[in-house]
Structures are given as C-alpha cells and as structure tokens.
C-alpha cells in the first residue's frame, strides 16, 4: 500500500505541451507512472511523445479516464485548471505551479470544500509543491525518484529540496518510503498536514511519520492537536526557519513569520507539547527516525 | 508588499473609504508647500513601514508654516528602527471623538477572509487581543460569498460601534474588504478608524500588504513599490529574479530550494555562526544563475565566508559547480572570501570532480551539511581574527 498514488494512477497533465510540463511529464512516465494524456488549450488532437493531448479537462476525462491530474500551467491559470478537472470529475488534483495568487487559492480551495458537500471527492494537494512519490509504483510531479526506495516511511512536507535532504540519510540508513508528499509552500494549500497524516495513519504500509515544516501559518500546531488525537503511529518532525527574521518572506510565498505569530520555535514546542519527537538538524530527523524503527531492513536480511 | 501609509490610503480613497486630504512631499519644500495649500493644523507624518513612529517622534502637528518646516526638517531622514524617512505624508489634522480598529486579512488556518473590529483602537492588535479580547470581534467572511451590508452592520453593532456611526463604520467595513479583495490584499489594516465630533467615520492610518504573486492583475501596483525603502542588494537579487534576504551576520549562504536554504542557516546558527542571507538559487538553477547570485552575495561587505549546500533534485550538481567555477574566472582576485561547498543528489560526483579539477583557491568541500556548516563557521572566524 501507498497513499495518493499507486499503480492505479492514470494521470493526466495540464500544460503537457510546455518545456517543464512536457519534461517531467515524460519523466514521470519513465518512472513507470500511467501518463494517460494531456491538456492544453488549443493544442487538441496532438501528441507529446505518444500521450495524446485535448483541449480541455472534460474532453480528456472522457477520452482517457484519467483519475489524477498534474498542473503544470503558468499561475494565472492554474486556477482554472484546477476547478476544471475537478468538475470534470479527477479525484487528485496535483498542482505543481509556483506563484498562484493568494486570493485564486482562496477561491480554488472554498469551491472544492463545497464541491466536497456536494458529495464530489476532488482533493488537491499544492500548489507550488514537489508533487507525490510512491516509491516503485507511481511519481506524480518532480521529485527526484533515483533517491528513494520503497519501504515504511510516510513523509509530508512544506518544502521540496528538504524532503530530498532528509528522506536521503533515511534512505542511506536503508530505509525506504511508502510515499512523499509535498503539500507546498503556498499560504492556503489544498491539503494540509492533517489531510495527510490522515491517510497515513489508515495506511498499512506506513509505520512511522516524517513530518517536515516551516515558519509560517500554523498548520505544524493543527498537526500537533491532530496527531495527539488520531494518530497511533510514530512521527517525528523537522520545522525549519528558526533563524529567519520577522516579516521577510523566506523563499516560499507562505513562510513568513508575522509578528509573534507563525515562529519556528513556537511549532517546534506545540509538537513535543504533544509527544512528537523534533530533530534539530535533518541529520538529527534521519537519526531519530531511523532509531524508532529500530534494526534496518537490510540489516535484517543480514 | 507592504504599502506605505499614504499609498495605502489612496487605495483607500479609491474604493470610497474616507481619509483626510492630504499629500507626499519628499523635501522640506514640498511638505511646507502641502502644508500650505491643505491648510493648518496639519499632521506631518514619516512614512516608514514599521509601526511606533508616533514614539520615535516621527509624527507632529504642525499649526503654522514654520512648526511645518520645523518637523518636516527634523523626520526627513530620521531613523526609525533601522528604517530611514525618505517621504512624508502632510494631511489636514483630524479632531477625534472615538478611536475603532478595523482589519480584513486572510485567515490561513480557516482558509478565508477574517474581518477583525474593535472599538478599542490606537493601540495595537495584539494588545487590543491580549487586554480586551471580549471587545474584538472576528467575524470570518465566505470567500466565495463576499461580506454583505447585512453582516458588515452585524459586525459594527455586536463591536459596540456607538448606535449613530453604526452605519458609517458598516460602510467602512464594505469598502476595507473590497481593498482586500479587488486589490488582491494579504491585509487592509485601519488603526485608528476614527469617528470626528461631528460624527464623520475615517480612516486615520492605513496598513495594506499587497500579493506579489498578483501583480499581473494590477500593472499599477508595481509603482507602489518605493525601491528606497529596499535594502539594495535586496532590490538588485530582486531584479534578476533571484530570492534573496539579506541577514546581520557574516556567512553567506546559498541553496536551492526555501526549505533546505532556511534549514541551512538554522544549522549554521547551530554551529556557532551567523548568516549574512538567504539565498535560494531555485530549482533547475543553471552556472549563469549561480554566477549572479555568487555576486549577489559578495555585493554584501560583511559577508567573511560562503557556503553552498545542494542537495540536487532538478538541480544539476555539475551547473551549480561550472557556475562557481565560472564566478571565479570572472570574479577572480575580487573574491577574497572562502567558500566552503557540499553538493548532493543529481550529478553530485560530477560537480566536485569539477571543482577539484579547477583547483579554485580557498574553496573547500565538504560532505554532509553538518560538516559544511562547522567548517565555514570555522573559516569565518578565522577569516575575522585575520583582520582584527
């Protein structure tokens, strides 16, 4: 098991035809991903390497049957895209685009929720987030699948490069992942910390949690009540941004420390106030992980 | 974007919320002339972003020409808390009856616009919160629904607004949550909102911050950036689309990726030393980008030693490697300072097999970010006794 992504993935990509988009699109097909087709306006009825595009969302869900969908498109329509593919049906929306406005995520984020009471299932995970790993089964989006394994440890984070840090020593202590999941750095993402240690928590493959975050917002403290409440497996944390000062936006459009509000080392303290273990440095996270889940499997086999 | 305070306000004005008539002089000259042609009293303000200039004496009245020119010499220029009073903001002096707060700013815990009022305003938020948490009143509004007069004037009565301003101070909400939404805002502060003896509802101060990611929706918000206000290797990273912040210390930093850039120097800190910046070169970054932000951070003077950590996703060790290699051949006697450089992941082998061939001097590799940390920690310090 896994979550997210699987071997069940047919996925679909908005801005398929574009230089990113087309790149790791076929990326993610080499990794074994089911790449079913592609969107973009205007360019229906062509192909990229054999994955055959459409003119919009609807026109791919009949065609294709798509179940998840990757954007790729510039900021100012992926909003759009989005909602298209949701009403069009797609259960996972992955939306990699950096630099969305704040007020389109508001809109895409409260049209969801309401698509949701009205029974519809999409769920969105971004934007301006690495995308999803199943380790052996599926990529969606552009981590660097070389670098991981499969194996039982869940990650979740705000930040792409960081996951590759820690999910690295973990690995090189032989470890692997059931899955990766970068929920972005965006001031409202589509799914947050709890949507994902959720699903993690019902998943059979996954045994421990690595949670990674940052200043900014305070989804690392919903994390924290939620994990004391719900979840019965093992998490250990990272929050990153204990240097950054007051006001400046660090790199991500949602890591920003607003007065007292959102500081690394308040996070850090509402997840050990609930039992989580946080590692100072990823070095740390990787030790302590790599400590609860005891004797590696390799070593196992030895 | 933070908004200065007269900017602020004339986005205010445009969406018909009320503010005094007043105007931005940039000289001694041009704030007497305002004076003169608002008529006095007048209230001569600095225009900083950041909050206590009341206290550091950045805001006077001024009742004649003289008591103008007296203050607007004695601001211009005044620090501020390490922000310097390049503008002033003239208006017509305002007699106050009461003092309210108004906000609308995006909730990222519910995920929708918060509209925050209290009748206790001039003093600030977190003390309105703290002293009298039963006298502000947070009312979340419904994206998607927007904030009608109904609740607007719910939220002035169940405030406490005094019953005669009930409907000006609902209008004023209206039009502070249209600055929010169709100006594509973060926050429209008003602190104070004012009520004036003759029962006038105005807007006395103003705190927008706007949404970078935004600005292709308003072409007109680009001027309201006020690059003087901007640390200059700040608006020069900016320019070539590099993200840069600069920090007080002395190590400068450079990454790919936020997460892993700030993560390093909460490291570096852990070894003793203190950033100069945050550098994140991004994803997929190639040698020109590295060479420029190699610039970027020498720009800064205090900067003793840099470090590199990639961990390479999309980011190829070996361009990030060609990218040093390249700033030294062009940089080459001007760079006096030690690198101190740890790639890993994508081509990694490749990189320091490069950079070792280019026998760069004083540049150093390390394997684990720990590792590179404590060494350029090391090399700053020494590079500090070198001249002391």
Redesign the interface.
């Given at each position: 098991m896994s979550v997210l992504v699987d071997s069940s993935t047919r996925l679909a990509v908005a801005g398929i035809t574009g230089r990113e988009g087309s790149f790791h699109t076929l990326n993610n097909r080499r990794y074994g991903t089911n790449v079913v087709g592609g969107v973009t306006p205007g360019k229906g009825g062509q192909d990229v390497e054999g994955i055959p595009v459409f003119d919009s969302w609807a026109e791919a869900v009949a065609q294709t049957q798509p179940n998840t969908a990757m954007i790729f498109v510039p900021?100012?329509f992926a909003a759009d895209s989005i909602l298209e593919a949701a009403d069009a049906g797609i259960e996972l929306i992955v939306a990699i685009t950096e630099?969305?406005?704040?007020?389109?995520e508001?809109?895409v984020?409260?049209?969801l929720q309401?698509h949701r009471e009205d029974g519809h299932r999409a769920r969105l995970v971004g934007p301006n987030c690495?995308g999803i790993l199943s380790p052996g089964k599926a990529n969606v989006g552009?981590?660097?699948a070389s670098?991981f394994k499969e194996g039982n440890v869940g990650v979740v984070?705000?930040?792409?490069?960081?996951?590759?840090?820690i999910g690295?020593e973990i690995a090189q202590a032989g470890f692997g992942n059931s899955t990766i999941v970068g929920i972005g750095?965006d001031?409202?993402p589509g799914s947050s910390f709890v949507d994902i240690l959720q699903l993690f928590e019902q998943d059979d493959e996954t045994e421990l949690i690595v949670l990674?975050g940052?200043?900014?917002?305070?989804?690392e403290e919903?994390a924290a009540d939620y994990i004391e409440q719900f979840v019965t497996k093992p998490v250990v944390a990272?929050i990153?941004?204990?240097?950054?000062?007051p006001g400046?936006?660090?790199?991500?459009?949602?890591?920003i420390v607003s007065?007292?509000s959102g500081t690394?080392a308040a996070k850090a303290e509402a997840l050990e106030a609930k039992g989580v273990r946080v590692g100072?440095?990823?070095?740390e996270v990787a030790a302590i992980a790599v400590e609860m889940l005891g004797v590696a499997p390799q070593s196992r086999v030895l | 974007m933070d908004l200065l305070e007269y900017q602020g306000k004339q986005l205010f004005r445009a969406h018909g919320l009320a503010v005094s008539e007043g105007r931005a002089a940039d000289t001694v000259e041009d704030a007497v002339a305002a004076a003169d042609a608002i008529g006095y009293p007048v209230v001569v303000k600095a225009q900083v972003l950041i909050g206590g200039r009341g206290k550091a004496g950045g805001v006077k009245l001024a009742s004649s020409a003289e008591e103008a020119r007296q203050h607007a010499s004695k601001i211009l220029g005044m620090d501020i808390r390490g922000h310097t009073v390049h503008t002033l903001w003239i208006e017509h002096a305002s007699e106050i009856a009461s003092e309210y707060y108004a906000a609308v700013l995006l909730d990222r815990s519910a995920k929708q616009p918060l509209v925050m009022f209290s009748t206790e305003g001039g003093v600030e938020i977190e003390q309105i919160a703290k002293q009298t948490p039963e006298r502000l009143i947070r009312h979340h509004v419904d994206y998607l629904e927007g904030l009608s007069r109904a609740e607007s004037l719910q939220i002035a009565t169940e405030g406490g607004a005094e019953e005669d301003v009930r409907e000006g101070v609902a209008d004023a909400l209206l039009a502070l949550y249209e600055v929010w939404r169709q100006e594509d805002a973060t926050l429209a502060e008003i602190n104070p909102l004012i009520v004036t003896p003759d029962r006038q509802v105005k807007a006395l101060d103003a705190k927008v911050s706007l949404d970078g990611n935004a600005l292709y929706r308003h072409p007109d918000h680009a001027s309201l950036s006020d690059s003087r206000n901007e640390d200059p290797i700040e608006r020069k990273a900016k320019e070539q689309g590099v993200q840069y912040v600069k920090l007080d210390g002395d190590i400068g930093i450079l990454g790919n990726g936020a997460g892993l850039v700030m993560s390093t120097l909460d490291v570096v800190a852990q070894a003793g030393g203190k950033p100069a910046n945050f550098l994140d070169a991004g994803g997929g970054s190639d040698a020109e980008k590295i060479k420029q932000a190699v610039e970027i951070i020498l720009a800064n003077d205090a900067v003793k030693a840099v470090l590199f950590n990639i961990f390479g996703g999309i980011t190829r060790c070996d361009e990030v490697a060609r990218g040093l290699i390249g700033a030294f051949e062009e940089m080459g006697p001007a760079i006096s300072v030690p690198f101190v450089v740890r790639l890993d992941g994508t081509n990694d082998e490749d990189g320091r097999r490069l950079i070792e061939q280019a026998a760069l001097p004083n540049v150093h590799p390390a394997k684990t970010m720990n590792e590179a940390a404590e060494k350029v920690v090391a090399l700053a310090a020494a590079q500090s006794g070198r001249q002391v």
């Open positions: 900021p100012r630099g969305i406005p704040a007020h389109d508001l809109r984020y409260n049209t309401r690495p552009i981590i660097p670098f984070s705000r930040s792409g490069t960081l996951t590759y840090q690295n750095g001031p409202v990674s940052e200043i900014g917002g305070s989804a919903e990272y990153a941004g204990f240097t950054a000062p400046k936006q660090m790199g991500h459009a949602g890591a007065g007292s690394a100072r440095t990823p070095t | -």
